[in-house]
């Protein structure tokens, strides 16, 4: 069974950067997209981006000039970076599975989450 | 971009009732529709995908049916633990993938 497991600075100041990774542990990590979502205390979600194993990306063109993804294969693990966060990036942020083999690509499964505070 | 739109936003039912949840898209996003549960403080739950399609061991209770722009969540007979946030998403049309804002199924 697939599980995805993430960590990164949870506290920030405005202007840093924002730094996520997520470890895929118990499945294929080959022919899948990996995604970020967040949710902002008390609200909805929002799908950041994506990244397959070859390092093909989709963004967001709301963060797309912030937003950057990255893959370790020999790690399973993949990455997310966000520049210049300000106090609405301040959410929890979660990384999850594109299950392509499923019709419509939903998300599944996710990751525990990370809360990221940004306050100065 | 596609915009979803969730209907109620809080639904108020006991325990063996039938509660209906609706999404409905700003455009035709086919069946390419998913329902995710959020208990608090847990990550969402993929329910339903392909708009009718039950997830890994999902109870049969729980019921998506829908196409085009209009689609249901149905669950008969809720269970206390039914009790959640659930989110509809389409990737049809993207960037971006979206998702609706949440339905809150109360006791």
């Known amino acids: 069974q697939v599980q995805l497991q993430q960590w990164g600075a949870g506290l920030l100041k405005p202007s840093e950067t924002l730094s996520l990774t997520c470890a895929v542990y118990?499945?294929?990590?080959?022919?899948?997209?990996w995604s970020w979502i967040r949710q902002p205390p008390g609200k909805g979600l929002e799908w950041i981006g994506e990244?397959?194993?070859?390092?093909?990306?989709n963004y967001n063109p709301s963060f797309k000039s912030r937003v950057t993804t990255s893959i370790d294969t020999s790690k399973n693990q993949f990455s997310l970076k966000l520049t210049s966060v300000t106090a609405a990036d301040t959410a929890i942020y979660y990384c999850?599975?594109?299950?392509?083999?499923?019709?419509?690509?939903?998300?599944?499964?996710w990751g525990q989450g990370t809360l990221i505070t940004v306050s100065s | 971009e596609i915009v979803l739109t969730q209907s109620p936003a809080t639904l108020s039912l006991s325990p063996g009732e039938r509660a209906t949840l609706s999404c409905r898209a700003s455009?035709?996003?086919?069946?390419?529709v998913a329902w995710y549960q959020q208990k608090p403080g847990q990550a969402p739950r993929l329910l339903i995908y392909e708009a009718s399609n039950r997830a890994t061991d999902i109870p049969a209770r729980f019921t998506g049916s829908g196409s085009g722009t209009d689609f249901t969540l149905t669950i008969n007979s809720l269970e206390p633990e039914d009790f959640a946030v659930y989110y509809c998403?389409?990737?049809?049309?993207?960037?971006?993938?979206?998702f609706g804002q949440g339905t809150r199924l109360e006791i």
């Open positions: 118990g499945g294929s990590f080959s022919g899948y997209y």
């Open positions: 990244i397959n194993h070859s390092g093909i990306t």
């Open positions: 455009q035709s996003v086919s069946n390419y």
């Open positions: 999850a599975r594109v299950s392509t083999i499923l019709g419509g690509a939903p998300f599944d499964p």
């Open positions: 998403q389409q990737r049809t049309n993207w960037p971006p993938i979206t």
